[in-house]
T-cell receptor, first 111, second 112 residues
Framework: QKEVEQDPGPLSVPEGAIVSLNCTYS??????FMWYRQYSRKGPELLMY????GNKEDGRFTAQVDKSSKYISLFIRDSQPSDSATYLC???????????FGTGTQLKVEL | DADVTQTPRNRITKTGKRIMLECSQT?????MYWYRQDPGLGLRLIYY???????NKGEISDGYSVSRQAQAKFSLSLESAIPNQTALYFC???????????FGPGTRLLVL
């Protein structure tokens, strides 16, 4: 079993929809949680960075962490075609140096 | 200009050849990383370096070596390339342990 599980998709939604992307994990030592967006033929870019449980909002994006369930989510409101990309979750233990990534979910927002 | 650059962006090589991938950064970060990305496997850490004198193996270091020539430069070498090293390779940097990582644009490597 992988430490971080992420549905690869593809997920296809109409423009304006609310998108929910999720990851589950098994390592209870993970305390830092990140979402990266990766466009085709580009490197991952950081979208959201959260510590421990709770919500964090940045514009149309909301990151949610539920440590009791070992479950993290990224919500995208009013999705746009420019949001079409692969979204990678990543996480790290409190004293650790290494990021563990999910395999990524491919999202397509259609006009 | 991009903060993290990788050269080459694309490379085709043959089995058994030695190849070097280079990474440079202008972010002033001490920590640098090399990852490979494969479909269905995500990003996996090959090597990382916390400063010029510090090199550490990641989860898949076999068949790879690295050199940290300066704070801003971190190179990845494949001593004798094999087809299953065909992948997308990313360099990343970080200012410190509590900070996240910033990725370069990637090098697409094909080993025939």
């Amino acid at each position: 079993q992988k430490e971080v599980e992420q549905d690869p998709g593809p997920l296809s939604v109409p423009e304006g929809a609310i998108v929910s992307l999720n990851c589950t994990y098994s390592n209870s030592a993970f305390q830092y949680f990140m979402w990266y967006r990766q466009y085709s033929r580009k490197g991952p870019e950081l979208l959201m960075y959260t510590y421990s449980s709770g919500n964090k909002e940045d514009g149309r994006f909301t990151a949610q962490v539920d440590k009791s369930s070992k479950y993290i989510s990224l919500f995208i409101r009013d999705s746009q075609p420019s949001d079409s990309a692969t979204y990678l979750c990543a996480m790290r233990a409190g004293g650790g140096n290494k990021l563990t990534f999910g395999t990524g979910t491919q999202l397509k927002v259609e006009l | 200009d991009a903060d993290v650059t990788q050269t080459p962006r694309n490379r085709i090589t043959k089995t058994g050849k030695r190849i070097m991938l280079e990474c440079s950064q202008t972010k002033g970060h001490d920590r640098m990383y090399w990852y490979r990305q494969d479909p269905g496997l995500g990003l996996r850490l090959i090597y990382y370096s916390f400063d010029v004198k510090d090199i550490n193996k990641g989860e898949i270091s076999d068949g790879y070596s690295v050199s940290r020539q300066a704070q801003a430069k971190f190179s990845l070498s494949l001593e004798s390339a094999i087809p299953n090293q065909t992948a997308l390779y990313f360099c990343a940097t970080s200012p410190g342990q509590q900070e996240t990582q910033y990725f370069g644009p990637g090098t697409r490597l094909l080993v025939l």
